[in-house]
């Protein structure tokens, strides 16, 4: 059978991902233990796939949803305040470090430390990090200690 022009056949149809899942099943060695209908709805899925996938991002991309949503008594409901674009600038660290002293003993150390910065216009993307660590609007360190008293 002749690959390529079945393959180049497929595509000027528009079937490009039927297309690529042939070329893929051609050169997996256990598809040759499936049946010609397997085959064919392994095709046909995978193209199925490939246009659901390209019509959701074409919705999605179409839509430009920017609204933006707070919590209130524990349910999300629309606001009229800005969204702002992620930064590098906005990062959070966290630390975490467990010591177990003795079985079902531990001491837990956690660092965290992150913040909010607005600038209009960076520089480089070197100074967006090198101020996202230099960054300290929020820190907390929090120590908890746990022990097991033995009977």
Same mark, same amino acid.
């Given at each position: 059978?002749?690959?390529?022009?079945?393959?180049?056949?497929?595509?000027?149809?528009?079937?490009?991902?039927?297309?690529?899942?042939?070329?893929?099943?051609?050169?997996?060695?256990?598809?040759?233990?499936?049946?010609?209908?397997?085959?064919?709805?392994?095709?046909?899925?995978?193209?199925?796939?490939?246009?659901?996938?390209? !019509?959701?991002?074409?919705? #999605?991309?179409?839509?430009?949803? $920017?609204?933006? +949503? /707070?919590? &209130?008594?524990? =349910?999300?409901? @629309?606001?009229?305040?800005?969204?702002?674009?992620?930064?590098?600038?906005?990062?959070?660290?966290?630390?975490?470090?467990?010591?177990?002293? !003795?079985?079902?003993?531990? #001491?837990?150390?956690?660092?965290? $430390?992150?913040? +909010? /910065?607005? &600038?209009?216009? =960076?520089?480089? @993307?070197?100074?967006?990090?090198?101020?996202?660590?230099?960054?300290?609007?929020?820190?907390?360190?929090?120590?908890?200690?746990?022990?097991?008293?033995?009977?």
């Amino acid at each position: 059978m002749l690959i390529h022009p079945t393959v180049e056949r497929l595509r000027a149809l528009g079937l490009s991902a039927m297309a690529d899942a042939f070329i893929e099943l051609q050169n997996t060695p256990d598809a040759a233990e499936l049946s010609r209908e397997d085959w064919f709805g392994l095709l046909v899925d995978r193209e199925a796939t490939s246009r659901d996938n390209k !019509r959701l991002a074409r919705r #999605l991309r179409d839509a430009k949803l $920017r609204q933006a +949503y /707070r919590v &209130e008594n524990g =349910s999300a409901v @629309a606001s009229d305040d800005p969204i702002d674009d992620f930064t590098v600038e906005n990062l959070g660290v966290q630390l975490r470090y467990r010591f177990e002293f !003795r079985p079902l003993s531990y #001491l837990y150390v956690v660092y965290g $430390r992150g913040g +909010y /910065r607005e &600038e209009p216009v =960076s520089d480089t @993307a070197g100074s967006l990090v090198r101020n996202s660590f230099e960054l300290r609007d929020n820190e907390q360190l929090l120590i908890k200690f746990s022990y097991r008293f033995e009977d």
